[in-house]
């Protein structure tokens, strides 16, 4: 039995020549594509389910011994396609490599942070990134520039390297 029947709110698609409008569902497939593309293939052996909105916290709902997940996004989601987007987005990278023994890595949630950050850029629309995901992300972006810094470091000559730091 269905909890009810008035969360269809992105999940409505309308007709449109050669297809539909795009849902939660669409969008999806668009995310995981794109997160492919940038962070590597998923793996296949785990079965996406679907989306569905649970609680007050998103995350990727792991079912019963089974090599089955499931994105659950907020409540609060349900009404702001702004969050669900973005909780979208966010979870999506997730859904690479899912584990289910335990949290996940700060730096994974700073990734999948930033990557909801532009997959919401590219729409045209705001994150509403807040809480633990806001020092996530700055430290993932603190790790993302320091890499850069070693990266420049390999071919910049050391008194170079030092100005950089200055």
Same mark, same amino acid.
């Given at each position: 039995?269905? #909890?009810?029947?008035?969360?269809?709110?992105?999940?409505?698609?309308?007709?449109? $020549? /050669?297809?539909? +409008?795009?849902?939660?569902?669409?969008?999806?497939?668009? *995310? =995981?594509?794109?997160?492919?593309?940038? %962070?590597?293939?998923? $793996?296949?052996?785990? +079965?996406?389910?679907?989306?569905? %909105? *649970?609680?007050?916290?998103?995350?990727?709902?792991?079912? /019963?011994?089974?090599?089955?997940? #499931?994105?659950?996004? +907020?409540? @609060?989601?349900? *009404? @702001?396609? @702004? !969050?669900? =987007? *973005?909780?979208?987005?966010? !979870?999506?990278?997730? =859904?690479? &490599?899912?584990?289910?023994? /335990?949290?996940?890595?700060?730096?994974?949630?700073?990734?999948?942070?930033?990557?909801?950050?532009?997959?919401?850029? !590219?729409? @045209?629309?705001? &994150?509403? =990134?807040?809480?633990?995901?806001? !020092?996530?992300?700055?430290? +993932?972006?603190?790790?993302? $520039?320091? &890499? $850069?810094?070693?990266? #420049?470091?390999?071919?910049?000559?050391?008194?170079?390297?030092?100005?950089?730091? &200055?």
């Amino acid at each position: 039995m269905s #909890a009810d029947s008035d969360a269809a709110l992105g999940f409505v698609s309308a007709p449109i $020549q /050669g297809g539909g +409008t795009w849902t939660h569902t669409t969008r999806l497939g668009d *995310f =995981l594509a794109k997160a492919e593309a940038r %962070f590597g293939p998923r $793996q296949m052996d785990w +079965t996406i389910l679907g989306i569905e %909105f *649970f609680g007050d916290i998103p995350h990727i709902w792991y079912l /019963g011994g089974r090599k089955h997940v #499931a994105i659950r996004l +907020t409540q @609060n989601a349900r *009404f @702001n396609i @702004n !969050e669900a =987007l *973005f909780q979208l987005a966010h !979870e999506t990278v997730h =859904l690479l &490599s899912p584990n289910n023994i /335990g949290p996940a890595l700060i730096i994974e949630e700073g990734i999948a942070s930033l990557f909801a950050d532009e997959m919401m850029a !590219e729409l @045209n629309m705001a &994150s509403p =990134l807040s809480g633990n995901y806001i !020092e996530a992300r700055a430290l +993932t972006r603190a790790c993302r $520039q320091l &890499s $850069q810094i070693r990266a #420049a470091a390999r071919w910049m000559p050391p008194r170079k390297f030092r100005a950089v730091l &200055s």
